[in-house]
């Protein structure tokens, strides 16, 4: 009997295109150079505490696919605030959630690594910023930080899948009386 279907072993096939698994390890470290820190779900619990008086089983059932899209990819210490600056940036969007979610996923799966870095970083920082700021002032001191660092990457390659165009629109969305 002879196989009709039969897998090429690589070394068998010196072109064949890389794994769905292959892409995932190479992208995982990929990630890895860019991200040091811890990472885990219990890293992410004990950064929310930090932060939050939330206890932690409302925090990780409100969260659930933001945390998803972070945890043992971008260390808590960066993640958990650059999840509040999202929170707090869309505050005003019609679907918050949705909004975060969105723009979440679109830094950590459309942007290469270094671009996620630059934006996280700057979403982090801008939410640390905002803490001395009234609370009602918040979202824009938030924006005020976001906007500038968006335009920068919007001329760097981040931009060649439109990435950076969809987060400045989404953005948009929750601040057009401005």
Excluded at 81 to 97: E, N, V
Aim: glycine share 4%; hydrophobic share 45%; charged share 25%.
């Amino acid at each position: 009997m002879v196989a009709i279907f039969r897998r090429r072993q690589r070394h068998e096939d010196g072109d064949a295109q890389p794994t769905t698994a292959d892409l995932r390890a190479q992208r995982a470290a990929e990630w890895a150079r860019h991200f040091s820190g811890p990472a885990g779900l219990e890293d992410y619990r004990k950064a929310f505490l930090r932060y939050s008086p939330l206890f932690w089983d409302i925090v990780e059932s409100t969260q659930r696919e933001l945390l998803a899209l972070l945890v043992n990819r971008v260390p808590a210490d960066l993640g958990v605030p650059a999840i509040f600056a999202l929170s707090l940036l869309y505050s005003r969007h019609g679907k918050p959630d949705d909004a975060a979610r969105a723009t979440l996923a679109i830094i950590v799966n459309d942007l290469s690594p270094a671009h996620a870095r630059t934006l996280l970083a700057t979403l982090s920082d801008a939410w640390h910023n905002a803490q001395r700021c009234p609370y009602d002032e918040r979202p824009a001191a938030i924006l005020a930080e976001v906007r500038p660092a968006l335009r920068r990457l919007q001329t760097t390659s981040a931009e060649e899948t439109g990435a950076i165009s969809a987060i400045q629109e989404q953005i948009a969305f929750g601040w057009e009386e401005e």
